[in-house]
């Protein structure tokens, strides 16, 4: 008998509480990627002609993929409010906005590349709300810092439709058998390799990075023999990160100074996995898992991955 995404019950201390907010998880992926396969026949393909709170173009399937995750979070029945990319304020969940549990999500992760039909992802993390249960919730309930996760992960749209998560007790994956629809664990305690591996980084920006980044990449590419891999999703680019070894980073440049990827739904959930797979997440100042958030779309820089290659760029 296959072991399903059951098996967080029984890890840690949070994997029972956190398991119907992760079977949500798996629901929702598994639509996002069914609407993914058929989007082109759908005409949901595109820019929805609307920008989001970050200034950026949202494509319909950002749209699709933000309602397909609010409404699963919904029925986990213990999800009191979801704080998301695609949503300028923090969506409370009326009909349980006594639950334990708040949700940050990135629906649609790497969205400039459903043009060219590459990977796509979505990343997640849950905290515990600080307000009490018998007050509606509020975004200072989501200003926790990476230490007060009780869960994280991402759903990786690739040839296979991989779902990695961690309760705080090591790092699993998962990848969805359409055979008998359930997530089936195929990748065990996923730990990154210390040595080898690839740097992952848009490096047409090299020019713009702040505080020397580019001079130290070229020395730790040549002394720990990094090769070079860049899909431009941070999910894609992450998963091969823990997989293969070396680092991912997206480093402040002049345009953005305060780096480009969200701290509170893509730099706290990756780093929180990064560090439960035996790696290093840190902004270049501090442990990403230490930054205390200060509001919902917050920008900070990040370096993930191998002790090494992560200590050879933030020195
Ligand atoms: P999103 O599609 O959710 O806005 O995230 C895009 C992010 C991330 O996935 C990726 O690592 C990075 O943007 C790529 O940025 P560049 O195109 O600047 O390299
Ligand atoms: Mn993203
Ligand atoms: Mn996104």
Redesign the pocket.
Known sequence: MAVTLNRITREGEYGPAMMPVIQGVGRAAIEIAYLLRSAVFRGALGAAGVENV?G?QQQKL?ILSDEIFLDEMRSTGHVCAVGS?EQEELLVIDEYASADYLVLV?P?????NLDVDGP??TIFSVVKRKSPNDQRPDVSDTLQSGREVLAAGYVLYGPSTMLVCSVGAGVSGYTYNANNARFEVSHPDMSIPQSGGYYSV?E??SSQWMHGIADKLVSVRHTQKLGMR?V????A?MHRTILKGGVFL?PADAKNTNG??RLLY?AIPMGFLMEQAGGKAHTGEQPVLDVQPEALHQRVPVYLGAHASVDALIS
């Open positions: 970050q950026e950002d990319e990135d649609l992760d790497g969205s400039s796509v992802g848009n047409g920006n860049y431009g999703a941070m999910v680019d997206y480009k990827l893509e």
